[in-house]
């Protein structure tokens, strides 16, 4: 009889276990029409990304995934759009530190709540910058940079890819320490920035590597340093800010992945199982690792603390140096 009893119960069991895997198969999320990423800036490495994800993410959700520029205001117009999209998984935001954590500080009012407006899914990657300059300025590294602004106040500007970007708050970190001025040009995306930068109508930027590193090569931009704690292993040659005779600065880029607030955690846990993998893939870090950016590819809650840390931290730069927007 125990013997019958233990084989039942084993039975029990068995067939418990898979009522419980079939419960769980049934409760992964599939969106039910084609999912938009929006992207709140034009032709950058955001843009890039999203791409690069989009594609291999369609073949595992099983539905069109296209990416949708909406640039403006410093990248709030696209991720407001995003925080005002139903929670149902058919739209995400690829969001950076502008929108994400610059602008809470920098703007007077904004019109959504970063933290409250939007869920995370991951941090996906990190990226110094490199402070470069117009292969024609005849300066080579940064203090002789500093040099020139100094002696014609009046002489230099510089790009950066929205207001509120990290490549805008750098430069006027970098300012603020050097008690130097150069005149800031917004633009919207980092294509824009890079056409006036190599034509020099603006002589210098701080830009991620991905947007540059072709220009370097090309001998129509210089690297005068990497706003990094240490050196580029492909550019071993380019100090750091920190060696160039700044100490702790330090301005890292980043980019994630969010949703709408109040989007159903199996949804948010679908997409950061998908978007985690395909961080992961060797083609795609390879792709991001030649853009020298670092993945991260975090959980949900590990990218929401990071967003609580960055919002301060940035908007003690914004308050030290006076920014504001323009």
């Not at 039975?11 to 929006?38: M, Y």
């Not at 014609?152 to 790009?159: E, H, N, R």
Request: hydrophobic share 45%.
């Amino acid at each position: 009889m125990k013997a019958i009893y233990r084989t039942i119960a084993a039975a029990l069991c068995l067939a418990g276990l898979g009522a419980i895997a079939t419960t769980a198969a049934a409760q992964e999320w599939s969106p039910s029409k084609p999912v938009r990423i929006i992207v709140p800036i034009v032709g950058s490495t955001n843009d890039a990304l999203a791409r690069l994800v989009a594609e291999k993410l369609s073949g595992a959700i099983g539905q069109s995934v296209y990416v949708e520029n909406k640039p403006g205001a410093g990248g709030n117009i696209g991720a407001d759009m995003v925080a005002k999209s139903p929670p149902d998984g058919h739209t995400l935001l690829v969001g950076y530190n502008g929108p994400l954590a610059i602008n809470q500080t920098l703007f007077d009012k904004m019109p959504f709540d970063p933290v409250k407006d939007l869920t995370p899914i991951t941090l996906a990657v990190t990226s110094p910058q490199y402070l470069v300059v117009n292969n024609d300025l005849p300066v080579k590294t940064v203090g002789e940079l500093v040099a020139m602004a100094k002696a014609d106040p009046s002489k230099l500007s510089y790009a950066s890819v929205s207001v509120g970007s990290a490549s805008h708050l750098t430069m006027e970190m970098f300012k603020s320490a050097a008690k130097i001025n150069i005149t800031h040009v917004p633009y919207r995306g980092a294509a824009p920035a890079l056409t006036d930068l190599l034509a020099g109508n603006v002589q210098t930027a701080f830009l991620v590597p991905g947007n540059v590193q072709q220009y370097v090569k090309q001998g129509r931009l210089r690297i005068l340093a990497v706003s990094g704690d240490k050196r580029f292993a492909s550019m071993p040659d380019v100090p750091t800010m920190i060696e160039s005779g700044y100490p702790n600065f330090i301005a890292t880029s980043w980019i994630g992945f969010l949703a709408p607030a109040g989007t159903p955690k199996n949804i948010v846990d679908r997409y950061n199982k998908e978007i985690v993998h395909i961080l992961n893939m060797p083609d795609v870090k390879q792709k991001l690792r030649d853009m020298e950016f670092d993945v991260v590819a975090s959980t949900p809650v590990q990218f929401s603390k990071w967003i609580g840390t960055e919002i301060p931290r940035w908007g003690k730069v914004i308050k030290d140096t006076g920014t504001k927007a323009e």
